[in-house]
């Protein structure tokens, strides 16, 4: 090959480099564009979901924070419908990964909400409110809010459960609570029944102006405090377990309309058959296996879904076993839903049915 020939060779490579090098360019800034494009679009549809989620703006009727006065002295409290708050002090200074509530416990207590699940991290910055690895609140803030609603509401009681801890934060925690509420408004079971047993026994008159307080025996081996009480769902390990919480990862985090369709109807019969006592907790929050599109986005997929199904509940036979109902991003509606089923239950007092029945239809869309 001449002289010449090498050199046109070498220069036909170097234009095809060039050509090559500017073709991978363009194609990387088309992705980029492409990147930023659907950031843009899809950032909304992730945040929101299907359906906006936004803080709610109704205003709780005095019957939805007092409702549990409407409720008959001799209801046993684990056949109560009862709403819930999942991950209840996951609210401000929560990214979108994290939040699963707008509001601060007081709150989600006017809102009717009287289970609450609390999650603290011992941190550099004290007792916080956790969610995987993000901090939130100060514990001390829903410490305040659940004893000013306690000492104003003595019609109600509260089941608060403390399901995580983090950094041996559980001594603590407990020294905290016993201080804002007073051990002597703690529900103890001082009988010689078992823990299951005991709670099935006990009417809403037995127990209004008292505190339910459970942890996880498998999150920790605190045994401080007489009037602590077991959750989980694991009976054979831990036979004392009186309140069943019922949850899966991959079925929390199947399809709206399958979830409501066939995953809680399932927790339904699995607590019926494979337990049968105590409180039982639907956990009716859908879960972001994937951690990226966060419980905001999962809650605009299912709330029509999932609402429909508590609808349904006053008509079917799962009323019967149905007692707290555990949502994410907790409003006035989504209590009331729960709430009313307590006229299908028979629970209502005697000539209060219509007016509890009015307040709530108010709510309901």
């Not at 993000?134 to 410490?143: A, I, K, Q």
Request: overall charge negative; charged content about 25%.
């Amino acid at each position: 090959m001449s002289e010449e020939q090498v050199v046109s060779s070498e220069v036909g490579k170097e234009e095809k480099l060039k050509k090559i090098k500017k073709i991978l360019v363009i194609v990387l800034l088309a992705l980029l564009a492409l990147i930023v494009l659907l950031a843009v679009v899809l950032a909304p549809v992730i945040v929101n979901g299907n359906k906006v989620i936004v803080r709610d703006t109704a205003e709780p009727s005095y019957e939805l924070e007092n409702w549990m006065s409407y409720i008959s002295d001799d209801a046993p409290v684990t056949s109560v419908a009862i709403p819930g708050a999942h991950d209840s002090g996951c609210y401000d200074e929560m990214n979108y990964v994290a939040a699963t509530q707008d509001l601060s416990l007081a709150d989600q207590l006017a809102r009717g909400v009287r289970y609450f699940d609390i999650r603290i991290n011992n941190s550099k910055d004290g007792l916080v409110v956790y969610h995987g690895i993000v901090n939130g609140v100060p514990y001390t803030d829903l410490l305040e809010d659940i004893s000013e609603f306690f000492f104003s509401h003595p019609e109600e009681f509260l089941i608060l459960d403390l399901q995580h801890f983090k950094n041996d934060s559980e001594e603590q925690v407990f020294a905290m609570l016993e201080e804002a509420i007073g051990t002597e408004n703690f529900v103890v079971n001082d009988t010689e029944l078992g823990d299951a047993e005991f709670v099935d026994s006990l009417t809403v008159g037995d127990v209004r102006g008292k505190c339910f307080i459970y942890y996880d025996p498998e999150e920790t081996d605190y045994e401080g405090g007489d009037y602590l009480f077991q959750r989980g769902k694991d009976l054979e390990e831990f036979p004392e377990l009186s309140l069943i919480s019922l949850y899966k990862r991959g079925k929390n985090g199947r399809a709206a309309r399958a979830f409501a369709e066939k995953v809680l109807p399932g927790y339904v019969e699995e607590f019926r058959e494979d337990f049968g006592k105590g409180f039982f907790v639907l956990q009716a929050q859908l879960t972001d296996t994937t951690a990226i599109f966060g419980p905001r986005y999962r809650e605009g997929r299912g709330i029509e879904h999932i609402n429909n199904f508590v609808k349904g509940l006053a008509d079917s036979e799962m009323l019967k076993d149905i007692n707290i109902v555990m949502r994410d991003f907790v409003t006035c509606e989504k209590s009331a839903l729960t709430v009313s089923l307590n006229l299908a239950k028979g629970f209502v007092k005697s000539g209060l049915e219509t007016e509890l029945e009015q307040a709530m239809a108010a709510y309901i869309d």
